[in-house]
C-alpha cells in the first residue's frame, strides 16, 4: 500500500502531539483511497490491532457496503469543500470480529494548499448503542405504565406530514367522558381542521424533537364545552408523540376574574381551593389564603404572615434553586415541591408560580398557587416502582419465561430461560418460536395449535410438554400462558416451569399401578378358581355328613355322633365362606346380578328372624319387632335376606347374654329404612373404618369378651354393602363407643 509523499508522519506527530497522546478520543489518518497512515494508541487498542499492521490496513476492511458509501460520500464532501459538515456514525468490525458503534469527524490535511489525507476524530459509542436497544426493549412496559397514568394522555403517530391519533389512556378516556373513542385512527388535520395551532405545536415538536409545553383554550366536540388546558408534547423517537393535558380551566378563569375588580381578586383568593402565596424573593410570607392554611394542617383563621417560607420546605435548601428558576424564566410551571406540614407530616404540592414587579419593573417577590398531590406522586412513584419489581422477578424467577409476538417471533427471554435451556438471549430474540430447537418434535403440532388457538383468545389450561436444551437433553415442563395487549399489539407469555422429577416420579406411580393391577387380577381369579375347586368336595362331605347321620343315627355312639356333627358344622362354615366368595368373585367381574320383584319387606324381616330364633334363644336374649303389617317394595329377595340374616347374625355373635336387639321398619320420603340396633360391645373409631371392606374382620379378645362370637370371614359386611349397593341404596353404621351397642341402618328406594 503506497503512502501519499506529502505525508510525512513524524510531521503529522508531531504537530499533532497532544491529540495523538493524550486524547481519549478515536485518533487516525487515512487517504483518499480509505488506507489507514496512521493511527493513535486508542485507535489501536479499540481495534485490536498493531502499530506495524497499519499500514495494510483499510477502511473497505472494516465497514460493510452500506457504510463504505456513506465514508465514500463523506470523503467527497471533505475534497470539495474543504470540510466535513457533520458527523457520521459508521459499524466498524475489529480484528476479532466483533462490531463497534463509532461516531466520527473528518477534517481535511493540506500541503501547499491541496488536501492530501483526512484526519479523523471518532469517539466509541458501542455502549450508548447498547443502551438506546434496552430502552426500545422497555417500550412496551412503558405503554402498560402509560395506560393506567393519572394524567389524561395520547399518543400520536407522525406519518406522511400528518398525524394519526394512534392510542389514550384511562385518564383520558375519563376526561373526554368515553368520546375519545370515535376519534382513534383519525388524523390530526381532520380533528382539528379549525385549530391549527393545535398541528402547529405537534409538529414544533416533531422538527425539535424535544418537549414543548402549551396552555390552550380547547371546545369537546361531544359535549361542546370550553376548557383551558395545559398541553404537554413529549417525543419519543422515531416518530411517535405522547400528549398530556392537564385541565387548567378553573386557575384560567380565575386568573380572568383577577384582572377584573380588586374586590373579585381578593374574593377569590379568599375562596380557592388550592393554595395561594405572595412571599418576597427572600422567602418572606407577605399573603396567603385559607386554602394554603388547609393544606399544610394550619387553623384557617393563624396568620402567615411574616414566616419564611423555608418553614414549609422538606429540605430548604432547594428553595434557593427554585427562586433561580424564577428569575430565568420569570415563572415555574407545575414545580415539584417536598413540603412539610404544620405538625411535620411529609406531603408533596405541585407549585404554579411567577415574578412579581415593582413600579421600577425589578423583580421584587413571587406569587403562585399550589396542590397537595401528594396520592397522585405516590401513585405514580408505585408505579414507577412496580415497574421495578417486575423487571426484578422478571429478571430472577427461577421459571424461564419467553415473550412472544403475534406473530410467533420471540421479542424477548429471561435469564433463567438461558440458564435452563442454554441458549444466550441473542441466539432466540428476533426468531421464530418454532425456529428456535426447544420444543421436542413429538409435542411441535400441539404447541402450533396451542398457539393458535390462545391468539383467538380462547382460554386454556396448563399443560406439560416435552422439551430439549442446547445440548439435546430432553426434559419435561409445565407450559402455562398469557395473553398481553400492549397498545395495538398481542403478545403471548409463556412461562416454563422444569417438572422432570415430578413427571419421573409419575410413570413410575404408573409401572406401579399397573404391576398392582396384575396382581389383584391373579387375586380375584385365586378367589374364583380355589371358591369353585372347593364346591364339589363340600357337597360330598356334607352329603356324607347328612346321610350318616340319617341313616346310622341309632346305631352311632354319643362320641361318634358328636364327631359327625362337628364335621357337619365345619362343612356348613366352609361352605358358606366358598359361597360368599364365590359372590365377592362375581362382584368383581360385575357378574352379581339381581333379580327383582315385589316383595312385603315385613314378611322378609319376620322369616329371618324366625330362622335365627334358635339363637337368640340360646344365646338368651331379647329381640323386639317394630314392623308395619306390609310395606311393599321391588326387591331381590334372595340377596335382601342375606343383608338382614348378616346384620342380624353379627348382633347376636356381639350381644351379652340378657341385652336387647331391635329391628325397625318405617318409611322415609322415599325410602323404606331397617334399623337393626343392638346393645352389644359397639363398635370403636378404627373398627368403624373396617367395616363393609373386603376380608374387614374385628377381632376381639381378652376379658370381657369372652361372649363374643369371633367365628366368620370378614367378607359379610362388603357383600351386603355391595348388595345394597345395586339395590341403589344406602347402609350405613353407628356407634358411640366400646360397649355402647351399634345400629346398622339400610336405605333403600320405594
Not at 393545535?198 to 409538529?203: A, H, Y
Not at 331379647?622 to 310395606?631: A, Y
Not at 340374616?645 to 318409611?667: E, F, H, V, W
Request: aromatic letters at 10%.
Amino acid at each position: 500500500m503506497s503512502v501519499p509523499p506529502e505525508y510525512n508522519r513524524e510531521a503529522i506527530r508531531t504537530k499533532f502531539k497532544d491529540l495523538f497522546e493524550h486524547s481519549l478520543d478515536l485518533i487516525y489518518i487515512n487517504d483518499f483511497n480509505g488506507n489507514f497512515l496512521d493511527a493513535n494508541e486508542i485507535t489501536l487498542l479499540t481495534l485490536g490491532y498493531e502499530q506495524e499492521e497499519i499500514a495494510n490496513l483499510s477502511f473497505i476492511d472494516l465497514l460493510d457496503k452500506e457504510d463504505l458509501t456513506k465514508a465514500w460520500k463523506v470523503t467527497k464532501e471533505i475534497r470539495k469543500i474543504g470540510k466535513q459538515t457533520s458527523r457520521s456514525e459508521y459499524k466498524i468490525k475489529t480484528k476479532n470480529g466483533e462490531y463497534l458503534h463509532v461516531e466520527t469527524y473528518g477534517i481535511p490535511l493540506k500541503q501547499d494548499g491541496k488536501i492530501y489525507a483526512v484526519l479523523g476524530i471518532g469517539k466509541n459509542i458501542t455502549e450508548l448503542k447498547k443502551s438506546e436497544l434496552k430502552v426500545k426493549e422497555s417500550e412496551h412496559l412503558f405503554k402498560a405504565l402509560f395506560k393506567e397514568g393519572p394524567i389524561p394522555a395520547y399518543i400520536w403517530k407522525f406519518v406522511a406530514d400528518d398525524f394519526i391519533l394512534m392510542d389514550y389512556n384511562n385518564a383520558a378516556d375519563k376526561f373526554t367522558s368515553g368520546g375519545i373513542k370515535s376519534f382513534i385512527g383519525m388524523r390530526a388535520s381532520k380533528m382539528y381542521s379549525n385549530r391549527p395551532d393545535i398541528i402547529e405545536d405537534l409538529s414544533l415538536c416533531v422538527k425539535k424533537k424535544a418537549q414543548i409545553t402549551k396552555e390552550m383554550k380547547y371546545q369537546f366536540e361531544l359535549s361542546k364545552e370550553d376548557k383551558y388546558l395545559s398541553v404537554n408534547y413529549g417525543f419519543v423517537d422515531p416518530d411517535l408523540i405522547i400528549v398530556s393535558t392537564e385541565d387548567i380551566t378553573e386557575r384560567k378563569e380565575a386568573e380572568v376574574k383577577l384582572k377584573e375588580s380588586e374586590l373579585k381578586y381578593r374574593n377569590m383568593i379568599k375562596n380557592l381551593d388550592v393554595g395561594f402565596y405572595q412571599v418576597t424573593l427572600d422567602g418572606r410570607m407577605i399573603n396567603h389564603n385559607p386554602a394554603h392554611n388547609r393544606i399544610l394542617n394550619y387553623d384557617n383563621s393563624e396568620s402567615l404572615i411574616g414566616k419564611n417560607v423555608t418553614d414549609f420546605w422538606q429540605v430548604p435548601e432547594q428553595r434557593h434553586q427554585y427562586v433561580e428558576q424564577l428569575m430565568r424564566d420569570k415563572y415555574a410551571k407545575n414545580y415539584i415541591c417536598p413540603a412539610l406540614t404544620k405538625d411535620g407530616k411529609k406531603v408533596v404540592v405541585q407549585l404554579n408560580s411567577h415574578l412579581m414587579y415593582d413600579q421600577k419593573g425589578n423583580p421584587s417577590g413571587v406569587e403562585g398557587t399550589f396542590i397537595d398531590i401528594t396520592e397522585k406522586f405516590n401513585l405514580e412513584e408505585k408505579l414507577r416502582e412496580s415497574e421495578r419489581k417486575y423487571r426484578y422477578l422478571y429478571e430472577n424467577t427461577p421459571f424461564s419465561i419467553i415473550l412472544i409476538n403475534s406473530k410467533g417471533f420471540v421479542i424477548d427471554v429471561n435469564p433463567s430461560f438461558e440458564n435452563v435451556f442454554g441458549f444466550a438471549k441473542d441466539e432466540v430474540i428476533g426468531k421464530k418460536f418454532m425456529e428456535v430447537s426447544v420444543i421436542h418434535p413429538e409435542f411441535v403440532p400441539t404447541v402450533i395449535s396451542l398457539f393458535e388457538r390462545f391468539l383467538k383468545g380462547e382460554k386454556l389450561h396448563r399443560i406439560d410438554i416435552k422439551m430439549l436444551r442446547k445440548d439435546g437433553t430432553v426434559f419435561w415442563t409445565n407450559l402455562q400462558a398469557a395473553l398481553m395487549r400492549m397498545g395495538n399489539e398481542v403478545y403471548i407469555q409463556a412461562i416454563l416451569s422444569d417438572i422432570t422429577p415430578r413427571k419421573e416420579a409419575e410413570f413410575l406411580k404408573e409401572q406401579e399401578l399397573e404391576k398392582l393391577k396384575e396382581l389383584d387380577q391373579i387375586r380375584k381369579n385365586l378367589i374364583s378358581r380355589v371358591s369353585h375347586e372347593l364346591k364339589t368336595p363340600l357337597v360330598s362331605v356334607n352329603g356324607g355328613c347328612e346321610l350318616l347321620l340319617s341313616i346310622y343315627n341309632d346305631h352311632l355312639n354319643q362320641e361318634e355322633l358328636e364327631i359327625i356333627e362337628l364335621i357337619e358344622k365345619g362343612g356348613k362354615r366352609l361352605r358358606y365362606l366358598v359361597e360368599s366368595l364365590t359372590d365377592v368373585s362375581r362382584i368383581e367381574f360385575s357378574k352379581f346380578e339381581l333379580v327383582k320383584k315385589n316383595h312385603n319387606l315385613t314378611e322378609i324381616i319376620r322369616d329371618v328372624a324366625k330362622e335365627l330364633m334358635y339363637s337368640i334363644r340360646e344365646r338368651k336374649l331379647n329381640l323386639s319387632l317394630m314392623l308395619p303389617e306390609e310395606l311393599i317394595i321391588r326387591v331381590d329377595r334372595i340377596r335382601i335376606e342375606q343383608v338382614i340374616m348378616n346384620l342380624l347374625s353379627n348382633a347376636i355373635k356381639n350381644t351379652a347374654p340378657n341385652g336387647d336387639i331391635t329391628i325397625t321398619l318405617y318409611k322415609d320420603n322415599e325410602y323404606a329404612l331397617i334399623s337393626i340396633e343392638d346393645t352389644g360391645i359397639g363398635l370403636t373409631e378404627n373398627e368403624m373404618k373396617l367395616l363393609f371392606t373386603r376380608f374387614g374382620k374385628i377381632e376381639r379378645y381378652g376379658k370381657g369378651f369372652e361372649y363374643i362370637n369371633i367365628q366368620g370371614s370378614g367378607l359379610g359386611l362388603f357383600i351386603s354393602k355391595e348388595i345394597v349397593d345395586l339395590h341403589e341404596g344406602m347402609i350405613r353404621a353407628e356407634s358411640e363407643g366400646r360397649n355402647k351397642g351399634s345400629k346398622f341402618v339400610v336405605k333403600l328406594p320405594l
